[in-house]
């Protein structure tokens, strides 16, 4: 940076004569632009040597009430951080003009914005710890989902891809945080500390929580299966027919031409911006569509709050941060532009959320049609008030016992006259099949 206008143009006044002196030179030799001196014989031989690019470029002039001393202490800073405060750094924009003489080539670039490296190494270690934070938090919130379900029967009731999905997730970030610690030696250890969180996550807590789901559910799985399957009849062709001659020739077909030249032709489409944000936009609402499969699970089985409510918020805010950081934040250690699809997929992945608790509260085939749905018994019916006259004309019969069986405290029935909220009054008790009344919290916690 030049401190003023003065030192400016001493120093263009300097780069001018320079680059006269060296033209002058240059036509004294008598040499074309693509042209250079044999050495054997001094003699110029046609030789193309490509552009010779040079480069001007000039930063932009330090603000007048900003001095020298602050601009070194703040430099100082950035190379041995002492936790002192500084002045905020004005911004760095570079103004360059790029020229090819031999070419008659010339490309300007104005105002454009940087930062020091020094100050991108800064970023890239608070992003670090931004994302170690976020992977330890992560294992305890799936320590507490995997207290939350300690029984088969409570196992049973989560969807096996929804914690897959989530795994796979976590490995390629974890592969993504170490493969950036070895590029970049300078922020090796912070990256490769959210790599080994992320690691610890998959390996040893994920894949753990996957092993027990997927026993506890693989014999679900093999009776669908068995039951799905038909048997197949013999086919009639002999096995000797059913073979198929090979080419044995060496030389390409117009076909194996035509497609290799497809290959050449989509993998230069796939480079690409738009291409690349097509295909990062769909695996990125494929990969945040974590929580459909135990909606859908939840709708099959009619089970309700397979999954600790602590554990769904958590998950989600915590799985929402990286996108938000790169799509969001206008200051990204990628330089990524801010994109309004990454709003889409906060609000497509709260809907997930919406519905699963909604699932909690109203049952989980809520927004099913009942023509579509099997003849199930209903543990939340409608309860009849007691009524004094209709107990008394009938003294063969006794009153219906209003407490629950388990904590032997009253169950509040009354809640189901209220217009438009008897659904969320008979979720608070269940009736099984043996005319037993308990309240929902209280069988919900036995049948786990």
């Known amino acids: 940076m030049l401190p003023d206008e003065d030192s400016l143009l001493v120093t263009q006044t300097l780069i001018t004569e320079h680059i006269e002196k060296r033209i002058k030179e240059i036509e004294q030799l008598g040499l074309r632009d693509n042209q250079v001196m044999d050495e054997m014989d001094d003699h110029p031989i046609s030789v193309n040597i490509g552009c010779t690019l040079q480069i001007f470029g000039q930063l932009s002039p330090i603000p007048r009430d900003i001095k020298m001393s602050q601009i070194l202490e703040y430099e100082k800073e950035l190379e041995t951080p002492q936790g002192i405060s500084?002045?905020?750094?004005?911004?760095?924009?570079?103004s360059s003009v790029i020229y090819s003489p031999n070419c008659a080539l010339g490309i300007?670039?104005?105002?454009?914005?940087?930062?020091?490296?020094?100050?991108?190494?800064?970023?890239?270690?608070?992003?670090?710890?931004?994302?170690?934070?976020?992977?330890?938090?992560?294992?305890?919130?799936?320590?507490?989902?995997?207290?939350?379900?300690?029984?088969?029967?409570?196992?049973?009731?989560?969807?096996?891809?929804?914690?897959?999905?989530?795994?796979?997730?976590?490995?390629?970030?974890?592969?993504?945080?170490?493969?950036?610690?070895v590029v970049m030696e300078s922020v090796f250890l912070p990256f490769a500390s959210a790599a080994f969180f992320s690691f610890i996550l998959v390996s040893i807590f994920g894949m753990r929580y996957l092993l027990v789901i997927w026993r506890i559910q693989r014999p679900e799985s093999i009776r669908t299966a068995q039951q799905s399957s038909t048997p197949t009849g013999n086919s009639n062709a002999p096995i000797g027919n059913q073979t198929s001659s090979e080419s044995t020739a060496t030389t390409l077909s117009p076909q194996q031409v035509s497609a290799a030249q497809s290959q050449m032709d989509f993998g230069s489409t796939t480079r690409s911006a738009f291409v690349q944000n097509v295909v990062v936009g769909i695996l990125g609402f494929g990969f945040y569509s974590f929580w459909i499969p135990q909606i859908v699970r939840n709708v099959t089985r009619g089970c309700r709050k397979p999954l600790s409510p602590r554990y769904v918020l958590g998950m989600t805010v915590t799985r929402l941060a990286i996108p938000l950081y790169f799509y969001a934040c206008p200051q990204n250690i990628i330089a990524q532009e801010p994109s309004f699809g990454v709003w889409v997929l906060v609000a497509y992945v709260t809907i997930q959320v919406c519905v699963i608790f909604l699932q909690d509260t109203l049952g989980p085939r809520f927004f099913v049609p009942e023509k579509y749905l099997p003849q199930t018994y209903n543990y939340h019916p409608i309860l009849p008030p007691d009524d004094e006259e209709t107990t008394q004309g009938d003294s063969s019969k006794s009153a219906q016992p209003r407490d629950c069986a388990i904590c032997m405290l009253s169950v509040d029935t009354t809640s189901t006259a209220a217009t438009g909220l008897h659904v969320l009054g008979r979720t608070q008790y269940m009736m099984t099949p043996c005319h037993h009344l308990f309240h929902t919290d209280c069988l919900e916690k036995v049948s786990k």
């Open 86 to 94: 500084t002045i905020r750094p004005p911004p760095l924009e570079l």
């Open 108 to 181: 300007s670039i104005e105002n454009a914005s940087g930062i020091k490296i020094e100050e991108y190494f800064s970023k890239a270690i608070s992003y670090a710890t931004m994302a170690t934070i976020l992977a330890i938090g992560q294992i305890f919130l799936l320590i507490h989902q995997m207290e939350y379900t300690p029984t088969p029967s409570s196992v049973s009731n989560v969807s096996y891809w929804t914690i897959a999905m989530q795994a796979m997730m976590d490995g390629y970030i974890c592969l993504l945080h170490l493969t950036t610690g």
